[in-house]
Structure formats: C-alpha cells, structure tokens
C-alpha cells in the first residue's frame, strides 16, 4: 500500500529556507502517471496547496508562494523534496506531501496523504 | 488565488442528513468537473472523500456523495454518524492550471 512520509527540521529560523523531504514506499515515483505535491495548513486553519511535481521535473506552484518556492524529484531515491525561502512566523504550518492525480488539463485530487509534519518559524 | 467559500459549521442529529456547500467562480468550480473533498479528523491527515465532483474512492461510505450547480459544489453526508465529525475541505482545479482549496467546515454530530 503506497505510503508518504515526510521528513526535516521542526525549527527553521526566520528569514532561513525551510527544507522537506518526502519519501514515498511500495510505488515508485516515476511509474505511474502521477504528480506529487505538498500542502501546508497553519495550526487552526485550512489547507493551502503549495505546488507539485512530476518525477520528469514538470512543476505547478501556488502563483501566491512561486517566487519562494522549489520543488524537485529525486528519482533514484524514490523522494521529493520542498525549499521555501526567506520564511516568515506566517510560514509556520503542518507540512504535508501526497500523491497528486492528473486529468488532461492538469493537477486534480490528492491521495493517499503523508501523516504531516509540523515546521515551526522562530529564532 | 481566493479560497473557494464554504460554510464554518454545519450541525446535525444522528441519522439525518446534512450538505455542505462550496462555492467559488467560473474559473475553478464552475468551469471544470474536477471537484474533491477531503474529510480531516483532529490531529490527523485528510483523507479523499470524493473526487470528480461525485465520484467515491472504493473504501469510502456510500454515505457519502458529492454533486455540482453552477459555480457551487456541494457534499452531501446521510445517515450523520458520530464518527463523521471532523473538518470537511473542498478543492478545484482552476484555469490557472492550479489546485485551490475551500475554506473548510467544521461538521458537529449532535
């Protein structure tokens, strides 16, 4: 059963890049026609999807986070990963990565979902 | 991009049936019938509920269900059952080949 599961630093310093690795089990993430993503969700409030990623390279991003925002694929070890520069308190969030669907004109649901990690912006 | 609007709370009794609504623009819900819904217990990951404004992943109650008027999505949940508290989000496609969420709603069994 495919699994998510993300992984870095808890505490990022303000004005820092925020760095998160997403490992993904019992599927590989170049063999299946899917894109992989990352949604975020400040603590007490809704989702905010951040961008996603195909395992070729091919990226959407949030127009409100691009100018902060990469996302890259590492193939070999079935990974994505999530950069987000010059972090603010307003970047503190659960993290989450997940599976995105893609319908012929682009990004569509989310599933399965990793279990979240919390990233907390603070000197 | 604006969140797509949907209701802070909705409540019912066991049994009955409630609907929560999801309303955006001609650019996002109402322009593309690529509609989900996540269901978000406390402290936990969301969960897919419903994707292409109707359909039901296989796992999911059939409790569940999912239509589209216009620029409003709806989700419709039967038979309300203590476990079906939780936060529920919605999602579209828009035309600016990105993904954006509702607001959310917090469901209250009472």
């Known amino acids: 059963q495919l699994q998510l599961q993300e992984s870095g630093p808890g505490l990022v310093k303000p004005s820092e890049t925020l760095s998160l690795t997403c490992t993904v089990s019992d599927d590989s993430i170049s063999s299946s026609n899917y894109y992989w993503g990352w949604i975020r969700q400040p603590p007490g409030k809704g989702l905010e999807w951040i961008g996603s990623?195909?395992?070729?390279?091919?990226?959407y991003y949030n127009p409100s986070l691009r100018s902060r925002v990469t996302i890259s694929v590492d193939t070999s070890k079935n990974q994505f990963s999530l950069k987000l520069s010059s972090v603010t308190a307003a970047d503190t969030a659960v993290y989450y990565c997940a599976r995105t669907s893609y319908q012929p004109l682009g990004l569509n649901w989310f599933d399965p979902w990793g279990q979240g990690t919390l990233v907390t912006v603070s000197s | 991009q604006s969140a797509l609007t949907q209701p802070a709370s909705v409540s019912g009794s066991p049994g009955q049936s409630i609907t929560i609504s999801c309303t955006g623009t001609?650019?996002?819900?109402?322009?593309?019938?690529?509609v989900s819904w996540y269901q978000q217990h406390p402290g936990k990951a969301p969960k897919l509920m419903i994707y292409d404004v109707s359909k039901r992943p296989s796992g999911v109650s059939n409790r569940f269900s999912g239509s589209k008027s216009g620029n409003t999505a709806s989700l419709t949940i039967s038979g309300l059952q203590a476990e079906d508290e939780a936060d529920y989000y919605c999602s579209s496609y828009t035309s600016s080949s990105t993904l954006v969420f509702g607001t959310g709603t917090k469901v209250t069994v009472l």
């Open positions: 001609s650019s996002d819900v109402g322009g593309y019938n690529y």
């Open positions: 990623i195909y395992y070729s390279g091919s990226t």
